[in-house]
Structure formats: C-alpha cells, structure tokens
C-alpha cells in the first residue's frame, strides 16, 4: 500500500491508497502533530510513504520516518514532474501533486532511502555557508573595485566595505577550518585519496565528498561525470537535424564550476591533464572543449583513486 505526500513549509497533503482502489486525501501540519496523524491514518496496513525532494522541508518528516521505522522514499523532484506531465496534467494543485506521487509509488516501487550520518548533515550545513560566504566575498571585492573607479568622495562606504570584507575573510577561515575537522571524523581516508590528485584542492575535495555522500552510490565514473552536469548530450534526429554536441548541465552547477577552476589548474600542473589538453588542443579543438575534457579526466582520477584505495 502507498502512501503520497506533498511537501510545503507549512502544511503536507497526503493522497493514501486504500483497499477498494479509492485514495483518501487529507491536508496536514508539517509538524510532528501531523506526523502523527498520518501514523494513525496508516495505522491499519504497512504503508510505503513516497515524497518529492523540497531541499529542507521533506527532513523533518524523514526523520520521524525513521525514528518510527517505517518504509519511504525520497524521489527526486524532475521524476515526478516528468511523471507528471507523461500523464498530460493541465492543473497543479497540492491534492493533484500528493495523488500523482502515491500512484508513481505504485507504478514505479521506488527504492527505501538511506538516512546519510548525522556528520554528513554537519558538513554539507558547513559547506554552504562556506559558498555562501565566498559569493559575498566576491560582490563586496566587486563593489569596491567599482567604487575605487569612479571619481566620487566614497572613502566612507568603502571603509564599511572593507571592514565587512574582512570581517567576511575571518569567518570563511573559521569554518575551512571546522569543515577540514568533520570531514577528517567522518571520512578521513576518502579527504586523504581524493586530496591527493594534483589540481584538485581542498574546496573541491570537500565538495566532492560532501555532495555525493561519500561516493557511496557512485557505481562508475560515468555516474559520477554525469551527477556534475558534464556529460555529452547529442541532439540529432534522421537525416535533417544535427544539432551540436554540448555538455549536458543536468546536475551539480556548484560542483561543476569548481571543476572547472580545478581544471585550470590541471592542465599545467597534472600530468595526465597537461598531455589530454595539449593533445586536443593540438588537433584543433576549441580550448573550452579541452578544459571541460580535463574536468573529466579529473573525475575519472578521482574516482579510480576513490575505489581503489591507492
């Protein structure tokens, strides 16, 4: 039996399978009182409860799913959409989406998800703040440069700049630091391989441990490559469309950014990387096109080191 559930900040629509083949739907707290409610409504029959990803939201509620020992699923958002729109749904609504979802975990048994460790949650809250903090860095270094281009009197608000400029600098050295400790605790020898290919730093080695849970479903290096957005997409369709071949950016926009600086980097200081680059652009190919092959090149080495141990 299944059981779909709609996730807001405030509220959970419930859409539950029942035994004659109808659905009961039911609007709830997105709180532990609702949380209870749904086990009393699902009290009668094992119930498989299946939600979308809502970045935060859904938590609570996985949460209290595990402490009960109940079964669910975590399905990611563009699925059900996809699902969805495959059923040529003109109306969004809450209750709709909560029925779609209980009847995609009919069709579809979706796989139990598997709670990370509460370090994993540490690191990836530490990890965030650390971009977050990094973007703020960059707009205020903006200003400032802007600032010290125009002929105005602005020496007061660039003082205030630089004071929240520093003060920025102090904070992302604390929590670089605080990130390096945990995920030492949590995976000291995964930080220990993956910071051991030349290009790859610190940020990337904890934003590849951090963003693929350790690599713990990370099957293939294709997988791998795909989850960061850089793998080919080919368009073409009989003879009259040939579309060009780009990369696909279904994925990871952060992870493939600050591959994309690593590989920057690699290019020159990495073996590997230095003869594919030279090689490719040798025969003529764009050097974007090379750079974006060396970030692949580095994921492969990252995970051949990762499943390998050496």
């Known amino acids: 039996m299944y059981c779909g559930i709609d996730i807001s900040g405030d509220k959970i629509d419930v859409c539950i399978q029942l035994v004659d083949g109808n659905f009961l739907q039911e609007s709830l707290p997105n709180s532990t009182i609702g949380f209870k409610k749904l086990m009393q409504m699902t009290r009668e029959f094992k119930y498989h409860f299946v939600m979308e990803s809502t970045g ?78 990094t973007q703020e860095i960059t707009s205020f270094s903006n200003k400032i440069h802007a600032l010290n281009k125009l002929n105005l009197d602005s020496k007061t608000v660039i003082k205030s700049y630089q004071k929240i400029l520093k003060e920025l600098k102090s904070e992302l050295l604390k929590l670089e630091e605080i990130l390096n400790q945990k995920l030492k605790e949590w995976q000291p020898e995964l930080v220990k391989l993956v910071g051991s290919i030349t290009g790859i730093g610190k940020r990337a080695t904890s934003l590849l441990i951090v963003s693929t849970q350790g690599f713990k479903n990370t099957k293939s290096y294709q997988q791998l490559i795909s989850f960061a957005g850089l793998s080919p997409k080919e368009y073409s369709s009989g003879s009259s469309i040939r579309g060009k071949v780009r990369i696909c950016k279904q994925g990871g926009g952060k992870l493939r950014h600050t591959l994309y600086m690593c590989a920057l980097n690699a290019k020159k200081t990495n073996p590997a990387c230095k003869e594919l680059f030279d090689r490719l652009v040798a025969k003529g190919k764009n050097k974007k096109l090379a750079v974006i092959a060396v970030c692949n090149k580095l994921l492969k080495q990252v995970f051949a080191v990762v499943k390998s141990g050496q």
């Open 56 to 133: 935060i939201y859904h938590m609570p509620l996985c949460f209290f799913l595990e402490e009960k020992q109940k079964l669910y699923s975590v399905v990611n958002a563009l699925q059900i959409k996809r699902f969805i729109q495959m059923h040529l749904e003109r109306n969004k609504s809450d209750k709709k989406d909560a029925k779609h979802i209980c009847q995609y975990g009919i069709d579809r048994n979706p796989d139990q998800y598997e709670m990370p460790e509460n370090l994993y949650f540490e690191c990836r809250a530490l990890n965030n703040a650390i971009e977050t903090i």
